[in-house]
């Protein structure tokens, strides 16, 4: 059975820090690119970030772009996301998805992407 299980969600006020992870069963995680995805309350999908399957390469939308970092551990099959300087406006539900690794359309839909992970939750509130 595929999985994508992420973790490291919560609250964090203006400015601090969160280290989201996102580990992967049943399939061969090494061979895949592979995205994070958020959704803010009310609103659409939007992507976030991507990196390609050795590693090697990596995209960030604008709105994230200096702030937050992907990168994974193939051997723990493992994605991260650090983020730093958080917004308010960062809050969202946080997904993890398997799909190609450049830089997408800001608004994206579920099917762009493979297999999906169940998300997990960040605020970002004073």
């Known amino acids: 059975e595929v999985q994508l299980v992420e973790s490291g969600g919560g609250l964090v006020q203006p400015g601090g820090s969160l280290r989201l992870s996102c580990v992967a069963s049943?399939?061969?995680?090494?061979?895949?690119?592979i995205n994070w995805v958020r959704q803010a309350p009310g609103k659409g999908l939007e992507w976030v970030s991507a990196i390609n399957s050795r590693g090697g390469r990596t995209y960030y939308a604008d709105s994230v772009k200096g702030r937050f970092t992907i990168s994974r551990d193939n051997a723990k099959n493992t994605l991260y996301l650090q983020m730093n300087s958080l917004k308010t406006e960062d809050t969202a539900v946080y997904y993890c998805?398997?799909?190609?690794?450049?830089?997408?359309?800001?608004?994206?839909?579920?099917?762009?992407?493979?297999?999906w992970g169940q998300g997990t939750q960040v605020t970002v509130s004073s």
């Open positions: 049943g399939f061969t995680f090494s061979y895949y690119d």
């Open positions: 998805a398997t799909g190609g690794a450049y830089v997408h359309p800001p608004t994206v839909v579920a099917g762009d992407f493979g297999y």
